[in-house]
């Protein structure tokens, strides 16, 4: 029977990420987050790229240790080639590139939003794999897709932002709030002692199966403002009802337009992704879907949902099994598409 180690690194973003995976399962699975950015509220891409430059040796190595190998039983070297900020993508695609050739092993490039996807294909017990065609919803700092997968290489992107991804939406609102950034995961603890009717925000009007968050920002920041105005310490206050309700609005716009893609294709079985797909709300929403929709639903175990180069292996390792590899000379791309 086979044997396949393959490395897998992530460096799109702010986290500088290297995991081993042995067949379908994860050895390790290992993140250096960038704290320097919240200073910021934002990532700062040279900061960023810098940042990866000084850990991507010790994760890497970090991941090796820990999956119990050593680098010389590694198969193949799989990377993120895009999309996201050039100069970090450039570090691990450089230090990918490096690895492989020095070990004179297969290089394989990976599309991260392909990544985000396919997480779902790695070995976890109690997790069940998506049949094909299932329908994706990628949700991310970047990215708000419906993707229509077909197989594991064949996507269709269905329905996408027009303009800011469904984590600025957090984000932004939560920068309006005074939370520190990424304001995600703490609008998604406050939500839970709130109250998601408190306030009503009314959802965006988007053709087709697209979707759209900016005027979702501008009403909250609107709203902010005018009842700050009549209570200066409306926010403080009010924070976790705020919160509670712009979460409450946020799941509500997902959740319609995956009922509208599930309706149009015929197409039950629906998965998510990315870091947003941490959300306690969205995994509830979803879950309740299998009840009211007749859904099967694939939510990510929590540490495959944010960056991280589990997903990037399991890729690799797919990519592997079809003797899908790169060239040397294949380049980063910031906007590489599914
Ligand atoms: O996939 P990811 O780690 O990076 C990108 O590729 O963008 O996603 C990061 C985004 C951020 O906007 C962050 O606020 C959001 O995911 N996020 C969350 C939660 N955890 C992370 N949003 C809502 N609730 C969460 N629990
Ligand atoms: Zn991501």
């Known amino acids: 029977s086979q044997n396949i180690f393959i490395l897998g690194i992530e460096s799109s973003c702010d986290d500088t990420a290297a995991s081993v995976i042995h067949n379908g399962r994860i050895l390790s699975n290992v993140v250096a987050n960038q704290k320097i950015h919240e200073a910021y509220g934002g990532v700062v891409p040279e ?21 119990g190998i050593t680098k010389e039983d590694l198969n193949a070297v799989s990377f993120t080639r ?14 990918a590139k490096s690895l492989a050739y020095g070990l004179n092993i297969p290089l394989i490039d990976v599309n991260h939003m392909q990544a985000h996807i396919l997480a779902h294909y790695i070995d976890e017990a109690g997790f069940k794999k998506p049949p094909f065609p299932f329908l994706a919803m990628t949700i991310s700092g970047g990215h708000t897709q419906i993707v229509k997968v077909n197989h594991y290489f064949d996507m269709k992107v269905i329905g996408e932002t027009i303009d800011d991804a469904v984590g600025e939406a957090f984000d932004k609102s939560g920068k309006i709030l005074g939370l520190g950034y990424p304001a995600g995961p703490e609008i998604d603890k406050r939500s839970k002692l709130g109250n998601p009717k408190a306030f009503k925000f009314t959802k965006p009007k988007v053709d087709a199966l697209n979707f759209s968050f900016s005027g979702l920002k501008t009403a909250i920041l609107y709203f902010v403002q005018r009842e700050t105005k009549a209570n200066p310490n409306f926010v403080e206050e009010n924070l976790n009802d705020i919160c509670a309700s712009i979460q409450h609005t946020i799941i509500g716009i997902l959740i319609d337009k995956l009922k509208k893609a599930s309706k149009e294709t015929g197409i039950k079985h629906i998965a998510i992704g990315g870091g947003v797909s941490a959300n306690s709300g969205i995994r509830q929403a979803l879950k309740d879907g299998e009840q ?15 960056d991280n180069a589990a997903m990037i292996a399991i890729v690799g390792y797919l990519k ?3 003797s899908d590899f790169s060239k040397q000379n294949v380049m980063a791309s910031a906007r590489l598409k599914i």
């Open 47 to 67: 900061l960023a790229s810098r940042a990866h430059q000084q850990n991507i040796v010790p994760v890497v190595h970090q991941a090796i240790k820990e999956a």
């Open 82 to 95: 895009g999309p996201g900020l050039m100069g970090s993508l450039l570090v691990g695609t450089s230090f």
């Open 292 to 306: 009211k929709f007749g859904w099967t639903t694939y939510i990510p175990k929590f540490e495959y949902t944010t």
């Open 320 to 322: 592997y099994l079809e």
